[in-house]
């Protein structure tokens, strides 16, 4: 697979969505981000901007993702926003990459837990690198210790504004192993 015929999916935020992105471009890789009215993106190379009706197809019910992600979110409608924004960053990349924390539940702790509970629900090759113990693991029905590759052309990098070194590291050796080889 070449580097050239890949699409990077995300949102554009500052920490893990923005080094996925400058990543990419570093590899010829094409990013699209996907955004809404009002959003502050800390990267905005080719945003698309979503309309309401666009939001609306990945409306979701806060108490339901509440639920499923056994943590409270609350009505508001930035947090719907970019729920919905993330439904679009999954539906549209295949591959999901992620970077956060694995919690004792199996969720992934944050906003990026939603693109991590999409991954599973549409049953997407799902990756985590788990800032905590500083490894990359793969949804197989539990999380796995893995090393995975970028192996489609369509992928979704997300995950937490708070990016450690080794979360950096983890992104840049990711697609290192996945272009270089």
């Given at each position: 697979?070449e580097?050239?015929?890949?699409?990077?999916?995300?949102?554009?935020?500052?920490?893990a969505?923005?080094?996925?992105?400058?990543?990419?471009?570093?590899?010829?890789i094409?990013?699209?981000?996907?955004?809404?009215?009002?959003?502050?993106?800390?990267?905005?190379?080719?945003?698309?901007?979503?309309s309401?009706?666009?939001l609306?197809?990945?409306?979701?019910s806060?108490?339901?993702?509440?639920?499923?992600?056994?943590?409270?979110?609350?009505?508001?409608?930035?947090?719907?926003?970019?729920?919905?924004?993330?439904?679009?960053?999954?539906?549209?990349?295949?591959?999901?990459?992620?970077?956060?924390?694995?919690?004792?539940?199996?969720?992934?702790?944050?906003g990026?837990?939603?693109?991590?509970?999409?991954?599973?629900?549409?049953?997407?090759?799902?990756?985590?690198?788990?800032?905590?113990?500083?490894?990359?693991?793969?949804?197989?029905?539990?999380?796995?210790?893995?090393?995975?590759?970028?192996?489609?052309?369509?992928?979704?990098g997300?995950?937490?504004?708070?990016?450690?070194?080794?979360?950096?590291t983890a992104?840049e050796?990711l697609?290192a192993?996945?272009?270089?080889?």
């Open positions: 697979m580097a050239g015929n890949c699409t990077l999916y995300s949102g554009g935020l500052k920490g969505e923005s080094v996925f992105g400058e990543t990419a471009e570093k590899y010829g094409t990013e699209v981000i996907y955004t809404f009215e009002g959003h502050k993106l800390h990267r905005d190379i080719n945003s698309v901007m979503l309401e009706a666009d609306q197809r990945g409306d979701i806060m108490e339901l993702a509440s639920r499923m992600l056994n943590r409270s979110y609350y009505e508001t409608e930035k947090i719907r926003k970019v729920l919905q924004t993330i439904f679009h960053m999954v539906n549209s990349g295949y591959q999901i990459f992620v970077i956060g924390a694995i919690l004792d539940d199996q969720s992934v702790k944050g990026t837990g939603w693109a991590v509970q999409l991954g599973k629900m549409f049953n997407r090759p799902l990756h985590v690198f788990d800032q905590t113990t500083e490894k990359w693991c793969t949804w197989r029905g539990a999380w796995e210790e893995d090393e995975p590759h970028i192996s489609y052309e369509t992928f979704v997300s995950g937490t504004r708070y990016l450690s070194d080794a979360g950096r992104i050796a697609f192993r996945s272009f270089n080889g």
